[in-house]
């Protein structure tokens, strides 16, 4: 993958010159439903590829095996991501788990929930929603701070959530069920993007283990949060679009409010 420039690469003093946008590769999959990329896409009479630079490899039964893990000692499992209630419940079958249908899932967004739905018979007595970090579930967690919670989770971990049971002195266990690594992207090295859009360091990455040689020229980057910024950054590459913030809470507002810079108001 490169850049339709053949300028050298990206100096310190970087000058943002907002060149028109006219094409975009988002890091992850193409979503099924409604979403405001395809609203974008049309309104800008853009080109939008969708192509997951990670990909998930799950843990098998016998890596697994050597935790010593019994799957159904635990009352409260936490979830922070749709990879993980996939992994906890094939895991489940595959060790012949017997899940009580007491057991209480504490998710970090609405979605992990809604998708819950797909194993569980849901009732919210049981399923316990955040709105994105995990001190939206802080009142769920003392209330139950007693009882063993299970985290499933990629070989990545999940730092800040650890972090926060452990501050909160809660009994947890961290299990790795799926490991998270770099999708191949080798057929993308001659064609061209304004923009490369990021949503996790891991894809940040990808992109170097596939490009080594990579060079930002003139392909303006996108990221979202903070980590995903600092992985950026730390690979050499200036970040032109950065979301969330106060006036892009998500990462569709935050191309668009570049696009107009770059392209024009419509």
Not at 180 to 195: F, G, H, K, P
Request: charged share 25%.
């Amino acid at each position: 993958m490169a850049s339709k420039s053949t300028a050298s690469q990206v100096e310190a003093q970087y000058i943002e010159k907002y060149n028109p946008v006219k094409s975009l590769l988002i890091s992850q999959p193409k979503p099924e439903d409604k979403s405001p990329y395809f609203d974008m896409e049309q309104k800008w009479n853009l080109k939008i590829d969708w192509r997951p630079f990670i990909q998930v490899a799950p843990v098998s039964e016998k890596e697994f095996r050597k935790n010593r893990i019994s799957l159904a000692e635990f009352p409260c499992v936490i979830f922070n991501s749709k990879g993980a209630v996939d992994n906890f419940f094939r895991l489940a079958e595959e060790t012949r788990a017997r899940i009580s249908q007491d057991t209480r899932y504490f998710c970090l967004t609405e979605a992990i929930a809604n998708y819950l739905q797909k194993f569980i018979l849901y009732r919210k007595r049981k399923v316990f929603v955040g709105k994105r970090i995990s001190e939206d579930l802080a009142h769920y967690f003392n209330k139950y701070k007693n009882e063993k919670f299970l985290l499933p989770c990629s070989n990545l971990g999940s730092t800040e959530i650890v972090s926060y049971l452990e501050k909160l002195n809660i009994h947890h266990t961290e299990v790795v069920m799926y490991n998270t690594v770099s999708a191949d992207l080798t057929d993308l090295s001659d064609v061209y993007y304004d923009v490369l859009a990021f949503f996790s360091p891991q894809g940040i990455e990808s992109l170097f283990e596939n490009f080594p040689d990579f060079k930002q020229n003139n392909t303006r980057i996108a990221v979202f949060g903070n980590a995903t910024c600092r992985a950026a950054e730390d690979k050499g590459l200036f970040v032109n679009i950065k979301a969330p913030t106060p006036e892009a809470p998500s990462m569709t507002k935050a191309l668009e409010n570049y696009i107009v810079k770059s392209n024009g108001p419509k």
